[in-house]
């Protein structure tokens, strides 16, 4: 078989194994890419996802950016004092041998000035750069605006009551 039919089938057989919203780059995998559908006039929007490093040095994930909105940012939340809170961050970091995820209530993607409405069962592009690994494109699969993604069947506690805040909450919610 000629070298390049060995690349390229190589390649096939990782896009199957990655299946849709994965993506590989250098030491870092992308798994599981995914939003939520806009919720009313909500002019923003995140996308969650597992980020696995699997080299020998630890990574950090930089920035974000998609066709879809004006500007990409890094998030996170956190409480202050018993106000969730939803901060901008410079980088999310990832172990190496480790993985991080990006969910709801925890580290994401948050896309600023939607162009258009994210909708149910479509997709974006989103491309994630890396400190060490580069640029890492992918495709984020856009779900119901209540779903939790692979999460579906956790307990959340708190974070249940973080469902609808894009419904005029801004980015401030008071948690029982």
Known sequence: ???????????TIS??????????????????????ASAGMANAGAAFMEIHNMGKTDDKL????????????LHTHKMDGD???????????????????????????????????LIEGESFPLTLTFEKAGNVNLTVKVMSPGSMGGMGNMKHGKMEKMGNM??????????H
């Open 1 to 11: 078989m000629k070298q390049s039919n060995i690349f390229a089938a190589a390649l």
């Open 15 to 36: 896009a199957m194994l990655l299946g849709a919203g994965s993506a590989l780059a250098g030491d870092i995998m992308v798994k599981n890419a995914w939003s939520r």
């Open 62 to 73: 930089v920035s974000a950016s998609s066709n879809i909105s004006a500007k990409g940012e």
């Open 83 to 117: 106000i969730m809170k939803m901060r901008r961050v410079d980088f999310i970091p990832v172990a190496a041998g480790g993985s991080t995820e990006l969910k709801p209530g925890s580290y994401h993607v948050m896309f600023m000035g939607l162009k258009n409405k």
């Open 166 to 175: 894009n419904k005029g909450q801004g980015n401030k919610k008071k948690m």
